[in-house]
């Protein structure tokens, strides 16, 4: 079976911002996007990426494939969240086969893998984000990998640093949303604990809907920036076998986090008190910071 996770949430559905990767400028994605943690879709933003021909050649794959050693996590189903305790793990080169054999009607996944260095060599820049891309995330990996055939992503949240997804392989469809503070305990909780997936999940979520999803569909050669803090899913657009590339940088120091940010008041229940000091003092900072540049969150 096959699991689409996108409409498994209600809401009102409208296109995600587009914009052609020669008409953005690293000014304008900074400031209207970044600063404002608008998500967007680059269209083109990587086709100039020596990957995003080479790497729909599966011989081309196999080839860089063979000189990486170490194993990478595996699964016949989809990332869902919280990810399963128990994943498998298999050679590189052993499980881009699998992928490959996988039938167009069942599914692959090995989810956030290294970038090999050999496969680093056919990476090109992000023309929209030249210098500030070297940002250090703070909490997650530089760069996440993820392959695979049919094999949806949940829905989750960042609660930090910026991400640019990039489809350098295959197509897929992405639905994104921003709960408030006001609306949080309608949607969240229920997604959290995946009622979404029980077959009655529309009796748990509110009568009338007052969410506005976001959605767009990413071609290869295509960027999303994915903000912190909106919930996002991807679904396959097709079956065949898919690539993506996470990749991360830190915030500006005003869209690091506010005490009244939902899915940073949901994570401190999780957190130690030594975390807690940690995050809230970046928080307390961030606000001063949007204090003195006269911002609101
Ligand atoms: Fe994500």
């Not at 930090?160 to 709960?179: H, P, Y």
């Not at 590339?245 to 005003?254: D, G, K, N, T, V």
Request: with cysteine; net charge positive.
């Amino acid at each position: 079976m096959i699991v689409k996770v996108n409409d498994l949430v209600p809401g009102e559905t409208r296109p995600l911002d587009e914009i052609d990767v020669t008409n953005l400028s690293e000014e304008e994605f900074w400031s209207t996007y970044v600063c404002k943690h608008r998500p967007l879709v680059i269209r083109g933003g990587i086709k100039h990426w020596a990957a995003c021909e080479k790497w729909q050649e599966p011989q081309y794959l196999q080839s860089i494939s063979n000189s990486v050693n170490g194993s990478v996590r595996y699964r016949r189903a989809f990332n869902s969240n919280p990810v399963p305790p128990i994943t498998q793990k298999m050679e590189l080169r052993e499980a881009l086969n699998a992928l490959i054999e996988t039938p167009h009607d069942k599914t692959f996944a090995i989810p956030g893998m290294n970038l090999p260095k050999r496969w680093k060599e056919d990476i090109g820049n992000y023309p929209f984000l030249q210098s500030r891309i070297k940002r250090k995330p703070i909490f997650y990996q530089l760069n996440r990998l993820f392959l695979f055939r049919n094999a949806s992503t949940d829905w989750h949240t960042h609660p930090a640093d910026e991400t640019i997804c990039s489809q350098i392989v295959g197509s897929k469809k992405v639905s994104m949303f921003r709960c408030t503070d006001k609306n949080w305990d309608k949607y969240a909780p229920y997604i959290e604990k995946n009622i979404h997936h029980m077959s009655l999940d529309e009796s748990y979520f509110p009568d009338k809907s007052d969410l506005i999803k976001f959605e767009g569909v990413l071609q290869e050669g295509d960027s999303l920036y994915i903000p912190p803090f909106w919930w996002h899913a991807l679904d396959s657009n097709d079956t065949e076998f898919g690539i993506n590339l996470a990749r991360c940088f830190r915030s500006p120091l005003s869209r690091v986090g506010d005490f009244n940010e939902p899915v940073l008041k949901d994570l401190r229940k999780y957190t130690s008190i030594r975390q807690q000091i940690w995050v809230d003092s970046l928080i307390i900072l961030s606000s001063l910071n949007r204090k003195f540049k006269g911002e609101t969150w």
